[in-house]
């Protein structure tokens, strides 16, 4: 079974920074591709980024790039998005997911197979 955990957000001020962390179970991710979505109240889930186990293919949305860095520990089972000078419109429930029947790290979500709850992130100004 896929599970998929992730921890770290929090509520901090504008500028400041945060580490998300999902631990994923149930698979090696040495073989996949692992993107970070997130979903703000009212509006549609939007892709963040994605690495896929092709170090050289790395997506951001065009809203964090620059300030957001994802990483990954095959050793762990970890995927990681370092998130530096944050912005209130960063606030959102964050996600991550395994895409598992492909490794085009697409920023469609449906193309995504497993996910996990949900890390909220909050943002004041």
């Known amino acids: 079974q896929v599970q998929l955990v992730e921890s770290g957000g929090g509520s901090v001020n504008a500028g400041e920074s945060l580490t998300l962390s999902c631990v994923i179970t149930?698979?090696?991710?040495?073989?996949?591709?692992i993107g970070w979505f997130r979903q703000a109240p009212g509006k549609e889930r939007e892709g963040v980024s994605c690495l896929s186990h092709n170090p050289r293919k790395t997506w951001y949305s065009v809203s964090v790039k620059d300030r957001f860095t994802i990483s990954r520990d095959n050793a762990k089972n970890t995927v990681s998005l370092q998130m530096n000078s944050l912005k209130p419109e960063d606030t959102a429930l964050y996600y991550c997911?395994?895409?598992?029947?492909?490794?085009?790290?697409?920023?469609?979500?449906?193309?995504?197979?497993?996910w996990g709850q949900g890390t909220q992130v909050t943002v004041s100004s």
């Open positions: 997911a395994v895409e598992s029947t492909s490794s085009a790290c697409s920023r469609d979500a449906n193309e995504y197979d497993y």
């Open positions: 149930g698979i090696s991710i040495e073989y996949y591709s």
